[in-house]
């Protein structure tokens, strides 16, 4: 499917634009160890990738072609360096950045397409995708304090962005015979790369923008405690010069490869050109918990929510005498498992929904020292 396989590769350059991300992190046993030191280094490194179509690893080698049934991939990395010092902190981080959106049938139907799979002669699948992605870089300025039963932080970040793709096609496509369809597209999106029609352009666009970071913990009593935080909130990149498309993608030029299967070269009819100004706005991500603790052991349960989605879990734990942690939280929504252990300053954690690499549609790592 060229015009398919064109506008689906427009996006692809974001899947793989992104390799990364995750953030199924918790908050540190700061209960019984009391708040991190108010200075020092301290640093993360997060990556965060769902893929609800394919395993993540086809959709590496060769996006969409083992597409079924879903609707959402996203993917998040964000490496993070800094200093604190009586509770100020700066920092320096980058970051990358996608969520991708595609209603399940079309999804579905690309899948078969993509395989070369007999269609259903007469079915018609509508189409709807959506996709923002970027990378950047940033400078972070924020504080953090607090003491045993409490802590509270927060900070501003500039983002220093580039590989804008912003927008969405919507339209239907039409299965002709069994190997033949035809598509009827409406683009409208922003770029720094046109791979859906192969537009040409001198010079990549460029952003600036600022995303807002809160966080606390209070422990209520002996046995319970609850923390929060948000990322992005409030979050805007504004892009200069940006190339757009807005346009209808027709189907009319068509040729039939090896296997009888119909191959697009998309022609366009609409406009082309440049937004002297353009917002994109990244939602925020949240993420609460509440931790009841007797003894060495703690129950939580765990809530997030992100790139539109609500996600629900709960773990166990045991803190060892010498300050050691181990926990294990379920993600049922994903089927997913993360073991996290903590020793002094340092966490890490590995979730994943299945012990074979190549079928995995959920992982997520985190490493962070002195947060």
């Not at 394919?54 to 969409?64: H, N």
């Not at 045993?148 to 932080?153: A, E, R, T, V």
């Not at 805007?236 to 993608?249: C, K, V």
């Amino acid at each position: 499917m060229s015009s398919s396989a064109a506008n689906v590769d427009g996006l692809r350059a974001a899947p793989a634009l992104c390799l990364a991300c995750a953030v199924l992190s918790s908050t540190s046993h700061a209960v019984e160890t009391g708040l991190q030191t108010n200075s020092g280094v301290f640093g993360r490194f997060e990556a965060d990738l769902l893929s609800e179509p394919e395993a993540l690893d086809r959709s590496f080698q060769d996006w969409g072609t083992g597409f079924e049934e879903g609707e959402r991939q996203w993917a998040l990395a964000v490496a993070e360096l800094g200093l604190r010092y009586r509770g100020f902190e700066i920092s320096f981080q980058q970051r990358a950045h996608l969520d991708l959106r595609i209603n399940e049938e079309a999804a579905e139907l690309y899948g078969r397409i993509a395989r070369k799979e007999a269609l259903v002669p007469g079915e018609v699948v509508p189409m709807d995708i959506q996709v923002e992605t970027f990378t950047a870089e940033g400078l972070r300025i924020g504080y953090r304090t607090g003491n045993l039963d409490w802590s509270i932080n927060g900070g501003v970040t500039y983002l220093d962005a580039k590989q804008l793709i912003s927008g969405d096609i919507q339209g239907d496509i039409t299965a002709t015979g069994a190997r033949d369809y035809d598509l009827n597209l409406e683009v409208d999106y922003s770029y720094y790369e046109d791979a859906i029609f192969d537009r040409p352009l001198q010079t990549e666009p460029e952003g600036q923008g600022w995303a807002v970071d809160l966080g606390g913990s209070w422990r209520i009593d002996e046995h319970w405690q609850v923390s929060a935080s948000v990322e992005d909130l409030f979050a805007r990149i504004y892009w200069e010069d940006a190339p757009f498309t807005r346009a209808r993608g027709h189907t009319d030029r068509k040729t039939y490869d090896e296997d009888g299967y119909a191959v697009f070269q998309p022609l366009i009819s609409g406009r082309e050109g440049f937004r002297s100004r353009y917002v994109q706005e990244p939602g925020a991500r949240y993420r609460a918990r509440i931790q009841y603790r007797q003894g060495s052991w703690t129950a939580a349960m765990h809530g997030r929510r992100q790139f539109g989605y609500s996600l629900g879990g709960f773990g166990l734990g045991f803190l060892t005498a010498g300050g050691q942690s181990l926990d294990l939280i379920y993600w049922p929504q994903l089927e997913s498992t993360a073991l996290q252990y903590g020793i002094g300053r340092v966490q890490a954690q590995l979730s994943i929904d299945t012990g074979d690499w190549e079928e995995a549609r959920s992982v997520a790592l985190s490493l962070r020292y002195g947060l």
